[in-house]
């Protein structure tokens, strides 16, 4: 993505949801996006696909997918990328599944109408990739509504759904959100085997940082629409840069402290419309200083990859100047 702007536009007029943003995915890896609700993760990966909901607009920037920019396609030729080359897991699967059809009906319509094959092989696909999420009785599940599953069944039915069409991009939101932690560490562990089989790269956004931690390559860390931090995940993790980024992981329960409370950030995320000048965290940032309220603050990046949006990283001891948006990588 290069310097990528998307506005919803209503009746009290357009808000800035996603600013300036720039990220790179290379072949076969994955990226994990964290922050809070709000911040404009799953803005981000919708914009993509050009799914955002009514009102959304993506006013700037390219989105390069194999050195195809996206937004120039029609809609003919985005439907056939859609499912096929890039997939997506929505973050509400009982809203992605349609509820009127059962489920074998929706693997078959999206397989046959991605790939030259006769139902039977649809179905046998079908139910070897929801054997492969763990499901109970496949045979089952296939003939089933929607309705009749549980949280946990429709979320893994719709990653074997995307996973069946063998994606080259999978966009991720929250997929293991509905499930408990023995399933969702069995469903991380299947998902990175079907990753190194299918060469697939995946953005993954969500909440929980051990999610993160241990399917992705490189972190990146969303505040009010803005990427303000993001490098290779063990630089993130160990050597964060950015007080929104520390305060984050300082709010993840550790077994190793004994403290009964944890720390968490002061304030309210920023509403889109309504933000800050300058640093949009100075407001709750517990490290803030005098400039960081009217000033911008700059994209610093060091030997690893590492980027950080802060005004008190400064150049030197390891930090130079981020390239611009024209010089940055697209997906």
């Known amino acids: 993505m290069e310097n990528v702007q998307v506005q919803y536009r209503g ?7 996603i600013r300036n943003l720039d990220l790179a995915l290379e072949k076969h890896q994955t990226l994990g996006i964290v922050g809070e609700s709000g911040s404009g993760k799953t803005t981000l990966i919708r914009a993509v696909l050009g799914l955002l909901p009514p009102g959304g607009v993506i006013t700037g920037g390219r989105i390069l997918f194999q050195g195809q920019d996206l937004l120039k396609l029609s809609r003919e030729e985005r439907r056939r990328i859609r499912g096929r080359r890039i997939g997506m897991i929505f ?7 349609n509820p009127v059809r059962k489920i074998g009906a929706q693997f078959s319509d999206a397989l046959c109408a991605h790939f030259p094959m006769p139902k039977q092989e649809a179905r046998q696909r079908a139910l070897d990739m929801l054997a492969k999420m763990l499901l109970p009785d496949p045979e089952k599940i296939f003939t089933s509504y929607s309705f009749q599953l549980s949280g946990g069944m429709k979320q893994r039915v719709t990653i074997a759904l995307a996973l069946a069409l063998e994606p080259e991009l999978l966009l991720a939101d929250e997929p293991t959100s509905a499930l408990d932690v023995t399933v969702q560490a069995q469903m991380i562990k299947e998902m990175q085997r079907l990753q190194q089989e299918l ?8 909440h929980n940082m051990g999610v993160v931690a241990q399917m992705a390559d490189r972190i990146g860390v969303m505040y009010g629409g803005e990427l303000v ?12 840069g950015h007080p929104y980024t ?3 992981l300082s709010s993840i329960p550790r077994l190793d402290q004994k403290e009964r409370l944890l720390p968490s950030i002061s304030g309210q995320p920023p509403r889109f419309g309504e933000m800050p000048r300058g640093c949009t965290f100075s407001p709750r940032c517990p490290e803030a200083v005098s400039i960081c309220a009217p000033q911008s603050p700059g994209r610093f990046v060091d030997g690893w990859g590492h980027m950080v949006c802060c005004t008190k990283i400064k150049k030197g001891m390891g930090w130079t100047s981020y390239p611009t948006s024209k010089e940055a990588a697209g997906i």
């Open 11 to 17: 009746a009290g007029g357009a808000s800035k949801i």
């Open 91 to 97: 973050q509400e699967p009982g809203a992605a599944l």
């Open 199 to 206: 060469k697939t790269s995946i953005i993954l956004v969500s």
């Open 229 to 240: 931090e993001w490098g290779p995940k063990e630089r993130v993790i160990n050597h964060p």
């Open 246 to 248: 520390k305060a984050l």
